[in-house]
Structure formats: structure tokens, C-alpha cells
Nanobody, 128 residues
Framework: QVQLVESGGGSVQAGGSLKLSCAVT????????MGWFRQVPGKEREGIGV???????IYTDSAKGRFTISQNNAKNTIYLEMSSLKPEDTAMYYC??????????????????????WGQGTQVTVSS
């Protein structure tokens, strides 16, 4: 059973930065497509981006420019670095995984329903 554990959320003022982490167990390079998503209560889950193997991440249009996804295979962890945060970035942030390669993964940045495994989420609150 795949387990995902997010961390790094918190409260930050507008313009600030945060780096979220997602620890994946068990984790085998080349097996999983990983994604970051976020959700505000009452709204649909929104895609941020995906990453798999050593390919460059793919981002949704709304995430380009301020969000950076990376991975550290040695630590079984993926990251989401967020900068120039805005109050509208306030949300619960989730990482997700699917047992799939890059060909499948690269078109899934905006498709949370296609992912099988989910973490519990980490809250990010941006104040003005």
C-alpha cells in the first residue's frame, strides 16, 4: 500500500514563500507519476503539476511561474516550492500518486480524479 505524507504547510503573509514536502513509501523510481493538487472548501480539486522519473515537471497554466515541483529520489520525496504567494493560494494542498510512467503522467496535471493514492493534505494559509 502506497502512503503519502505531506508536510510544510502553514501560515504566511502575501508575497512570502513555502516549500511543501511529500514523502512516499514505498517508492521506486520509474513506477509512479506524482502530482500536486489543491482544494478550497466548496470548490473542485485543482491541479498544480506532475512529475515522474527525471523528466521536467508539467504545470497547469495557473501554476506556471510561481510554483516549482522537484523530487529527491534518494529521500523518496517530492517537493512543491511556492513563491510570491497570494491570499487566493490559501487551500489544502495534496500530493498524489499513480502507478504510471511519463507518457501517461504528462497529460494528468489537471486531472486529480486519475490519481490513485493521496496524502492527507497540508493546509496553506496566505494572509494579506
Amino acid at each position: 500500500q502506497v502512503q503519502l505524507v505531506e508536510s510544510g504547510g502553514g501560515s504566511v503573509q502575501a508575497g512570502g514563500s513555502l516549500k511543501l514536502s511529500c514523502a512516499v513509501t514505498p517508492y521506486t523510481v520509474g513506477i509512479y507519476c506524482m502530482g500536486w493538487f489543491r482544494q478550497v472548501p466548496g470548490k473542485e480539486r485543482e491541479g498544480i503539476g506532475v512529475i515522474a522519473n527525471d523528466y521536467s515537471p508539467i504545470y497547469t497554466d495557473s501554476a506556471k511561474g510561481r510554483f516549482t515541483i522537484s523530487q529527491n529520489n534518494a529521500k523518496n520525496t517530492i517537493y512543491l516550492e511556492m513563491s510570491s504567494l497570494k491570499p487566493e493560494d490559501t487551500a489544502m494542498y495534496y500530493c498524489a500518486a499513480a502507478r504510471a510512467g511519463w507518457l501517461w503522467c504528462r497529460s494528468r496535471a489537471a486531472k486529480p480524479s486519475d490519481f490513485t493514492y493521496w496524502g492527507q493534505g497540508t493546509q496553506v494559509t496566505v494572509s494579506s
